[in-house]
């Protein structure tokens, strides 16, 4: 009895072990396939210093916790980038990303990753990018008395400030889809007294120097001079500060600004929409300035590239930085 017993239970245990082995080649039927890994688009496949770079993500599923970043072939970090969810049919799968190249960034081959969450599984893709090497030209700029003390001595305030523009600078309003390329120039063709990257060594009044780089261009513009919106966005900055004298940021798209610099007023409210072309100050000479001049500077992804990329008429942007209507603004 107990030999038949013992022979049931052997049975009955191979029955369900035979079941269970059925089952698992039926499950693995049953389960969906997985998705192919999100496509990363770059804008280019070649960037300069000091150039921004953008890119766009498709994804059959939606991504979460996406982190886009550009390496050398040594692996060293050259850049992060912003990246903000677009309209889609399916939220999440559809991503704009924002990145800026510093002028003393490492030149030659480099690599665009984003890595994330597909659904529930990590993914990593990444595209080749050439990064190309740029001269810049030099400048010595002598200081007068208030602009040595402006630009050399220490200060709590100028800290403060300096901080409070970084969060500025630092935000992603991923709603901010205004700007279409290529952008206007602020002033139109005014000369130019200094270009972007330019490389300025300071001679300070009563002796010792300071180098720097310039990060816009500078318009030889008379006070007074109207200033225009380089393209359509959201002023999201307004107000005197002590380096950059009255100053204006747009948000032209996420992450994606113009600074206008050392203006005698304002006149685009902060917190307004503005078209490009519009008026939205006067040029002035406030702040660090050694004559009357218009600062124009462009921020992508934290740092401040090359405005005239944003002034060729080759730029071949994505539709979410081509046209506004396209987000269905
Ligand atoms: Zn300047």
Known sequence: MRIIFSLRSIIVAASLAFALVQALPTSAQDAQPNPPPPTLILQSASARQGDPV???????EPISDPVFELRSQRGSILARGKVFALPAS????????????????????????????????????????????RQFASDTIPL?????????????????EALAIQAIYARVDP????????????????????????????????GGTDSSQHSG???AVPVGTPVHAPAAGRVV???????????MVIEHAPGLYSVLMHLSQGIAPEGSLVKAGDVVALSGVTGFATGPHLHWEVRAGDLPVDPD?????????????????????
């Open 54 to 60: 953008f890119a766009e993500c498709i994804a059959a």
């Open 90 to 133: 399916v939220p999440g799968t559809r991503w704009g990303i924002v990145a800026g190249l510093s002028w003393d960034v490492v030149a030659g081959p480099a690599e665009a990753e984003l890595r994330g969450q597909e659904g529930s599984r990590p993914f990593a893709v990444s595209v080749a990018l050439s990064v190309e090497a």
């Open 144 to 160: 007068d008395a208030a602009n040595t003390a402006l630009h050399a001595l220490p200060d709590p305030k100028k800290v403060a």
């Open 175 to 206: 709603a901010a889809l205004w700007a279409s390329l290529p952008f206007v120039a602020p002033v139109g063709d005014a000369r130019r007294s200094a270009g972007f990257g330019d490389k300025r060594r300071y001679l300070y009044a009563g």
């Open 217 to 219: 261009i500078d318009f």
């Open 237 to 247: 900055f307004y107000g005197m500060r002590i380096v950059t004298g009255n100053t």
């Open 309 to 329: 990329f944003f002034l060729a008429p080759q730029v071949k942007p994505f539709p979410w930085l081509d046209t506004p209507t396209s987000a269905g603004r």
